[in-house]
């Protein structure tokens, strides 16, 4: 097997098992919210070669490596400006954005909130383990209040963001949030997500057994999953002002928000459309625009054919 | 390396009257640059602005991001989508920039960032002039390399270098720095633009082989290995980690070894080929005036005079101030008497210069703190007493 190729079997030709085995802990979640990506972009029939994928840094930074898709592994927190990037570039991509909590909405918080409102056309899926694992069990802006973690050895007396009512707050067009426990509830979110254009956000809650669970004296792997049973609250359209989650709280999970809203490119073009007039030429037509164009550009020669 | 003349919808061809940042603007159109992520900074804002203006009608895409580091962010993101891409900043953006320069260096991703110096440190002096980030950008961002940085010294070499600044980002596949300085950003000259066909531009080195054999990285210390562009096929990986030809993670002391030499070795070992230096009266010189960006614009004044005086002065004008050019000043150094550096910082080129003197000359450093430029009286003193 040279090792641009490889093996077939579960995900098929879209993870790149030559990098196996993978650098995740035992119980942790990263792995199963990868599956569920991986089905869900398989269930959508995109071409993956349209696929891009971004990560930052962390535990989940490193799902960009182990994806078989265009990938970059980015600084910390600045998955989403990259991935700005690579879609204004080459509108035709759908880009992704893979991040833990930490990557996410502590380095990265700013350019979270700035894509959200730009609506930029990107997929966000935030691996929530409440904790920086990579680094050792920091508290992140998401752990829990009263939370132990290795730099609130006391317990965390911060308040925690509650990453839906942020993203929807910023300007998200997309917002859901599950935890890995509902793998085909996550599968059809991001199936959803990749099909959306605009900021599409989802949260998937997961254990971090290794040190998360650990410190917190709260059990392995499958006693999260079964917390995550008995807790969670499906509640779609929930208003997301209501979805912060306490120390072993209830998890309120579901589709939150799903409006359509002109994206940041719509937007561009429509602006310079207007200046410059009918010799404007979109920039960054997306394949099916294109594809409608010259179905359409065929029916216009018919007729008058 | 393929050379291709100008795309014309980029070249805005004859003669005009612009400040520097506009000229930067204008280069960087003309060198077939589409993507633009930036944020105000003063003194270099007007590039922004200008990139923002002429966006629309040349088919090229502007982004004004949130900070500096979201938008060298963008810029490796945009690369690797496939274009040509550059931004702008001053000494407080430039600072923040390092983080994704270094991420740019370690992924071999090709882009042109413009430093329009101002004083410092910290806010300074925002509206006036410095050349105080020259050991920045040679080594501001964390961990080993090499780069390039170009300094004009006129509008018309804002224009010019940056055009160079692209090609050299291409072929080495490097972050290329234009420093200059607040009074060459906001100096209004005459700048000549050429037509398209007259531009010489290097496209990018796109890889077109077979998908399995595609490797994002060559290890050989020179800089030309094809890229590829997403959307194409090739299921490229970057990342920042120490990594392999296929662009994987190799986290030993052996690979980042030979990461290391060859993103070092691309740029130092092609020193000769990418080094240009602009020396007037330099034969019979036995003083030596080191300059580069607005300072030696100054300087010309200061040997001019000197002359009057029947001194014999040279200047060597440092057009590519980064890799510095250590053999020429080896050279020179078993030559002439003294080599007088004046620039608008505390001393940071001079330290080149009397690194690679050792010894050999007098090595003369003539300090500004920045805000102003040099009064040319004060080189023409350290000229005179050089030569005593």
């Known amino acids: ?305 | 390396m393929k050379i291709v003349a100008a795309d014309p919808k980029g070249v805005d061809a004859g003669p005009h009257f612009m400040d520097g940042d506009h000229a930067i603007a204008e280069g960087g159109l003309a060198a077939g640059c589409r993507f633009f992520a930036g944020y105000p900074i003063t003194p270099s804002t007007e590039t922004a602005e200008r990139f923002a203006e002429r966006a629309p009608e040349v088919g090229a895409m502007f982004i004004q991001m949130e900070d500096e580091i979201a938008s060298v962010a963008a810029l490796i993101g945009g690369a690797w989508g496939g274009q040509k891409v550059m931004t702008v900043t001053s000494g407080p953006g430039f600072s923040l920039m390092m983080e994704n320069i270094g991420l740019a260096v370690m992924t071999e991703t090709p882009m042109v960032i413009a430093n329009v110096q101002r004083g410092g440190p910290s806010t300074g002096l925002p509206t006036l002039t410095a050349q105080q980030d020259m050991m920045q950008a040679r080594y501001g961002s964390h961990g080993d390399y090499s780069i390039i940085a170009l300094s004009p010294d006129s509008p018309q070499e804002c224009f010019d270098l940056t055009i160079e600044a692209f090609n050299l980002s291409e072929i080495y596949r490097t972050p290329v720095f234009i420093m200059t300085d607040e009074t060459v950003g906001h100096m209004h000259e005459k700048v000549v633009i050429p037509p398209a066909d007259q531009i010489r531009v290097v496209e990018r080195n796109l890889y077109q082989g077979p998908k399995e054999d595609f490797r994002p990285y060559g290890f050989d210390s020179q800089g030309d290995h094809p890229m590829a562009r997403a959307g194409d096929g090739y299921r490229f990986h970057v990342t920042g980690l120490t990594h392999n030809e296929r662009g994987y993670p190799v986290m030993t002391p052996e690979q980042n070894k030979i990461v290391l030499t060859h993103l070092i070795e691309k740029i130092n070992g092609n020193a000769d080929k990418i080094i240009r230096l602009d020396e007037d009266q330099m034969e019979d010189a036995e003083v030596v005036v080191l300059s580069y960006g607005i300072t030696s614009r100054i300087a010309v004044k200061a040997i001019q005079d000197a002359r009057k005086k029947g001194l014999k002065v040279g200047s060597l004008r440092l057009i590519t101030v980064w890799p510095f050019c250590e053999e020429k000043i080896r050279e020179l150094a078993k030559k002439v008497k003294a080599i007088v550096v004046p620039e608008i910082n505390y001393g940071q080129m001079v330290r080149e210069v009397e690194r690679c003197a050792a010894g050999q000359c007098k090595v003369v450093s003539v300090n500004h703190c920045g805000g102003a430029v040099h009064d040319p009286q004060v080189i023409l003193n350290a000229i005179e007493e050089s030569c005593r």
């Not at chain 1, 790149?16 to 199963?32: A, K, N, T, V, Y």
């Not at chain 1, 980015?74 to 991040?99: D, Q, W, Y």
Request: aromatic residues 8%.
């Open chain 1, 1 to 305: 097997m040279s090792e641009n190729q490889t093996a077939p079997g579960k995900g098929g030709n879209m993870l790149r098992l030559e990098r196996m085995p993978h650098i995740w802990c035992p119980g942790c979640g990263i792995g199963s919210v990868v599956t569920s990506f991986v089905e869900a972009v398989k269930r959508s029939k995109l071409d993956q070669d349209k696929i891009a994928i971004v990560s930052g840094i962390g535990c989940s930074g490193r799902v960009a490596g182990y994806v078989n898709l265009d990938s970059l592994h980015s600084t910390h927190g600045r998955a989403i400006p990259v991935a700005t990037g690579l879609k204004l570039a080459n509108p035709e991509m759908k880009v992704v954005v893979f991040s833990g909590d930490g990557d996410l909405t502590g380095i990265g918080g700013n350019h979270f909130i700035h894509a959200a409102r730009r609506n930029m056309d990107l997929l966000v899926i935030c691996v929530n383990n409440f904790t920086y694992g990579m680094t050792g069990g920091q508290v992140t802006p998401t752990t829990p209040t009263s939370a132990n973690a290795s730099t609130t050895p006391y317990g965390n007396y911060e308040y925690p963001f509650s990453l839906p009512f942020l993203a929807d707050a910023a300007g998200a067009t997309y917002v859901a949030r599950w935890t890995s426990l509902h793998s085909r509830n996550v599968i059809q979110s991001i199936e959803e997500g990749l099909q959306k254009r605009g900021f599409s956000f989802i949260e998937v809650i997961t254990p971090c057994t290794t040190l998360y669970l650990r410190r917190n004296r709260l059990g392995d792997g499958v006693d999260a999953l079964q917390h995550y049973q008995d807790n969670s609250i499906l509640k779609h359209g929930a208003d997301t002002r209501e979805t912060q989650i306490d120390f072993q709280g209830k998890i309120v999970v579901g589709k939150f928000v799903d409006r359509e809203k002109p994206t940041y490119l719509d937007a561009v073009n429509k602006c310079n459309a207007k200046l410059i007039g009918d010799d404007y030429q979109l920039y960054g037509k997306t394949i099916p625009e294109k594809e409608a164009e010259a179905e359409a550009k065929k029916q216009e020669g018919e007729a008058k054919a």
